[in-house]
């Protein structure tokens, strides 16, 4: 999946889910089970262990999704996550040397961003989207509404407190897409291997996000 159809999918999805979990086993089930939800999208947070070779198995059976790589925080990282297919990198914060090493590679690059200095570095780093994050805690969708009116061509993603109360808001503020971990992927659900719950939760999310585009919600 080249970087220009990488952007397009996450643009047209709106929702890029966050597996944040405590192993292999729990990343590759709780990918899949958003997979067969509908959501053709999935980062995989270095915290996970042995990230890179799951990353490698859920590209090698899911070709036509798009796997990419969260909180990278070096080049090195974001090297091996290259290596094994990652298909865009992400970090918590704004580290020019990792986007100029997603530049390289023409591999697309979300880094995080929270000041607007930062939002501006970003931009004329030329980053293909800028993860507002953690956005709850400076204000959630008014932060992002204030961002956009200086900066309205950046493409904003919404990350930290983003759930099915929020997210409309979200969206309705300017942001082009949301970050979600637990509130879409619960610990329990993947404890139990619910298959079925986060299937449910992915459908909601991406009602939410085309009910709010469409100016029905």
């Not at 999208?41 to 090698?60: D, F, G, N, S, Y």
């Not at 059976?61 to 298909?87: F, H, K, M, Y």
Request: proline share 5%; charged share 25%; aromatic share 6%.
């Amino acid at each position: 999946m080249t970087r220009e159809e990488v952007r397009a999918r996450i643009e047209d999805t709106g929702i890029i889910p966050a597996i944040r979990v405590k192993s292999a086993k729990d990343a590759i089930f709780a990918a899949n089970a958003v997979f067969h939800g509908g959501i053709p999208i999935a980062e995989l947070t270095m915290t996970v262990p042995e990230a890179t070779k799951v990353i490698a198995e859920l590209m090698r059976v899911n070709p036509d999704v798009a796997v990419g790589a969260g909180t990278v925080l070096d080049v090195e990282t974001a090297q091996r996550c290259i290596d094994v297919g990652a298909s865009f990198l992400t970090s918590t914060g704004l580290d020019l040397n990792i986007v100029e090493f997603a530049e390289r590679h023409n591999v697309a690059v979300i880094p995080g961003a929270l000041t607007p200095s930062e939002i501006m570095r970003a931009m004329k780093a030329g980053v293909d989207f800028i993860k507002v994050f953690p956005c709850a805690n400076v204000g959630g969708p008014a932060y992002i509404k204030a961002m956009k009116a200086p900066f309205p061509k950046s493409r904003l993603i919404a990350a930290g407190g983003v759930n099915q109360t929020t997210a409309s808001e979200f969206i309705r503020a300017g942001a082009i897409a949301l970050g979600i971990g637990e509130d879409l992927i619960p610990h329990e659900a993947v404890a139990n291997e619910d298959l079925e719950w986060i299937r449910e939760l992915s459908r909601r999310f991406q009602n939410i996000v085309k009910r709010t585009r469409a100016g029905d919600l």
